[in-house]
């Protein structure tokens, strides 16, 4: 399995379609040195991260900016737009609306709530439709654009994005994208950042290696000892950003693994663009299964601009690592993409069960039309819903992705998994796809 991870891209509006972009040459090069290491692994990547930041000041156009470039990258490494897993950082925020009396007032409520009762403070707030709209405002712009790939995030119950992906025959990777931005404004100061309390959701599992992906680093995160405990217990690889250096810290039980930005200030001290592949394989032994991890860690070299390997101290271009592996359960089948939703528990059962009962080729095809179900515009998932005459009356109170996790949950459930292939064929189809 490989990895492609990026952070703090910040594209910004004023550079979009503009020949004084002066950061055209450095996106050319790390699509270009992507695809090499692709091609030198052998491997096309299962997932691409981006820990945040993909926008400068979460404006509607820099989304633009970022799904033609992302296009790119995604083409030149031969994976649909769908691998991207994204989540939001601090420039995904609208300050200007974050910025407005009543988000601040509900910011400093959070900050001066006592540490000890913050998890209940948040949980309180989220779980209340007012506040949590006020809470999330700023990100509107993140979602929109998040939503095509299945990564939107909506308080009370989708705070943390999750998708599963095989990594063999009895072991899933899990991702998670937590959010660290959504009580972020213009007066971020270190230590004052927070992680709502969904992260409790992340347990071990037999079966399941979790990786965690959040935008900013521990040392941002006032409510981070209980994270990062809970993490250290549960999850075997912790992916961040923000901070605009590549770190890498190589535990008995975890990684943590920090990107450079891809496109930094030229005006920092330490201007160090950079990207990371992480390449993932389990081997079998008489001691039982381990997970071997290598980490690519690619920056960029001034003279001549190009990407090149950070090496260890021992001179090797990858940091690797190895972990064992409990006995495993019996895996299930598992659904490509879904973002957490507890109320409403992803509607795998029903799925799940159909899937199984059909013959392997079928379950093969009907695994792709989900994925391609995902892919496709909102109004166009709307209408295989139409007419399929899957529309109840509810669904235009709740988000495009509950509506789309629901309506796969009703096809299973009336029994129209192959009109259901047959209609997502037909669009991708009309797309040129």
Not at 203 to 221: D, L
Not at 340 to 364: F, G, W
Request: proline share 4%; glycine share 4%.
């Amino acid at each position: 399995m490989l990895l492609l991870h990026l952070s703090d891209i910040h594209f910004k509006k004023s550079d979009y379609n503009s020949p004084m972009d002066v950061n055209q040459q450095l996106r050319q090069q790390l699509v270009s040195d992507s695809s090499a290491m692709c091609r030198k692994l052998g491997k096309k990547p299962d997932v691409i991260i981006i820990s945040g930041d993909i926008a400068y000041a979460a404006d509607p156009a820099e989304y633009d900016f970022a799904k033609s470039w992302l296009n790119q990258l995604c083409s030149a490494c031969g994976v649909p737009l769908s691998s991207l897993f994204i989540i939001p950082g601090n420039h995904d925020v609208n300050r200007d609306i974050t910025s407005s009396p009543i988000v601040q007032a509900l910011h400093k409520d959070i900050k001066n709530t006592p540490l000890s009762e913050i998890d209940i403070k948040i949980k309180g707030l989220l779980e209340d439709q007012n506040c949590a709209t006020v809470l999330y405002s700023g990100l509107s712009a993140y979602n929109n654009f998040a939503g095509d790939f299945s990564c939107e995030l909506v308080p009370p119950n989708n705070t943390t994005t999750k998708r599963d992906m095989v990594l063999s025959d009895n072991r899933i990777v899990t991702l998670w994208g937590l959010n660290s931005a959504f009580i972020s404004s213009k007066h971020d100061k270190e230590n004052e950042i927070f992680v709502d309390p969904s992260y409790n959701q992340i347990i071990s599992n037999s079966s399941a290696i979790n990786i965690v992906v959040c935008h900013h680093p521990y040392s941002w995160i006032k409510n981070s000892e209980n994270l990062r405990r809970h993490l250290n217990d549960t999850a075997i690889i912790h992916i961040f950003g923000h901070e605009h250096t590549n770190r890498i810290f190589l535990g008995t039980d975890y990684v943590e693994i920090s990107a450079s930005a891809v496109m930094p200030d030229r005006q920092e001290g330490d201007y160090e663009p950079g990207y990371n592949l992480i390449e993932l394989d389990v081997s079998s032994g008489e001691n039982g299964e381990k997970l071997f991890a290598q980490f690519h860690i690619r920056e960029w070299q001034k003279n001549p601009g190009r990407f090149r390997a950070k090496q260890d101290r021992q001179g090797n271009d990858t940091f690797k690592h190895s972990f064992d592996l409990p006995c495993q359960e019996n895996l299930t089948w598992i659904t490509p993409y879904s973002t957490v939703a507890t109320s409403s528990p992803y509607q795998r059962n029903l799925i799940t069960e159909t899937i199984l009962d059909t013959c392997d080729n079928e379950k093969q095809a009907t695994n792709y039309a989900i994925k391609d179900f995902f892919e496709l515009p909102t109004s166009q998932r709307h209408r295989i819903a139409g007419l399929l005459s899957l529309v109840e009356e509810n669904d235009n109170n709740i988000s495009d992705l509950e509506r789309a996790n629901l309506i796969i949950n009703r096809v299973a459930s009336n029994n129209l998994l192959n009109e259901f292939n047959v209609l997502v064929s037909k669009f991708k189809l009309e797309n040129g796809e």
